[in-house]
């Protein structure tokens, strides 16, 4: 008679983690939206507005492009972070965790300084969804949070 053992079961979750997953999809979302506000700003209202405070064709042409860029560069960041929350926090996979920490405080900090020189659309956007990376970082790596994040043991 074969019996087989079964599986030591795996810890529950642990509530700061689900907070911290919920920290970096709200943040995540936040962030798609400021890139999906900066695509479909219209141009045209900025260009009069550059071009009566005196910029010139050249260069409100290049502001524009340039806001354009960085609103594709958030939705793709925002869904990036949102897609790697599922796996570090719902399996509680390490290399997950590392990667998105790393991504979102770097982003973080790029939002922040947007916001800080005066190139973020809607700069409350910005700086909440930092906040909200910033805290799901700090939270995943409380003590409460590690043995989620514990390595499974080879058999």
């Known amino acids: 008679m074969n019996v087989e053992k079964p599986e030591p079961a795996s810890p529950a979750r642990p509530r700061i983690v689900t907070v911290a997953f919920a920290g970096w999809v709200l943040g995540a979302v936040l962030v798609v939206l400021l890139g999906l506000i900066s695509l479909t700003f ?3 209202s900025l260009r009069t507005q550059l071009t009566e405070t005196g910029g010139e064709p050249d260069a409100v042409e290049s ?9 594709v560069l958030e939705i793709i960041v925002g869904l990036a972070i949102g897609f790697l929350a599922g796996p570090a926090c719902r399996r509680g996979d390490p290399r997950f965790r590392r990667a998105l920490t790393v991504l979102s405080i ?8 947007s916001v800080t020189v005066g190139f973020a659309i809607v700069p409350l956007l910005a700086t ?28």
């Open 106 to 113: 770097v982003f973080g900090l790029v939002l922040l300084g």
């Open 42 to 44: 219209p141009a045209d």
């Open 128 to 155: 909440l969804g930092a906040i909200l990376f910033f805290v799901a970082c700090v939270l995943v790596y409380r003590p409460s949070a590690a043995p989620w994040f514990a390595a499974p043991e080879a058999p």
């Open 63 to 71: 502001v524009i492009t340039v806001l354009r860029t960085v609103g």
